[in-house]
């Protein structure tokens, strides 16, 4: 008998004007390299942790209401950074280019649920069953941070997801 696979639970925030969910929905196929993360344990979480069909909640921050707009799901596990090395690139790591390869690693995700109803911060910090949720956590600010099963649920039931 086989057992099922496990299925992890992410959230993964974004700066709507360097990248938004929308940006995610247009790509080719809805599909795109999550590419640019330059913390260690975000990195870990990408390298050891994420799986073909994990689920991703698509937060955008640095926005007056910070929300999360959409839900994508992992179509590639993690794979080396390639932009760590480009000069050109916005997340050129210099000690990378040095070392002659990228410690960077970044996964492949594709869009597929909107949010009828984004869900802001403020709704999360008012709704008592997310109160534990990482991303309300003072301190926090992981880009790439684990989600519970229960917590990613309220927020596609907050949310009112619709399939692209």
């Known amino acids: 008998m086989s057992k099922k696979p496990i299925k ?5 925030k974004t700066e709507p004007d360097v990248f938004s969910f929308e940006d995610l929905v247009k790509a080719p196929n809805s599909i795109t390299h999550w590419e640019g993360v330059r913390n260690y344990q975000a990195r870990n979480f990408m390298r050891d942790l994420f799986k073909i069909g994990d689920q991703v909640l698509i937060y955008h921050s640095n926005i007056d209401e910070p929300a ?7 179509v590639r596990e993690g794979y ?10 916005n997340y050129f790591d210099e000690q990378a280019k040095k070392k002659g390869q990228s410690p960077w690693i970044m996964v492949d995700v ?7 109803n984004p869900v802001t911060r ?10 534990s949720m990482m991303v309300l956590q003072r301190g926090a600010r992981l880009s790439v941070q684990p989600v519970s099963e229960e917590h ?3 927020v596609l039931d907050l949310g009112s997801p619709q399939k692209l």
């Open 110 to 116: 594709k869009a597929t649920h909107r949010l009828k």
């Open 8 to 12: 992890n639970f992410w959230l993964m």
């Open 68 to 74: 999360v707009f959409g839900v994508a799901s992992v």
């Open 122 to 131: 403020e709704r999360l910090k008012n709704e008592p069953r997310a109160k």
């Open 152 to 154: 990613f649920y309220l």
């Open 80 to 89: 080396p950074d390639s932009f760590a090395l480009d000069p050109k690139s």
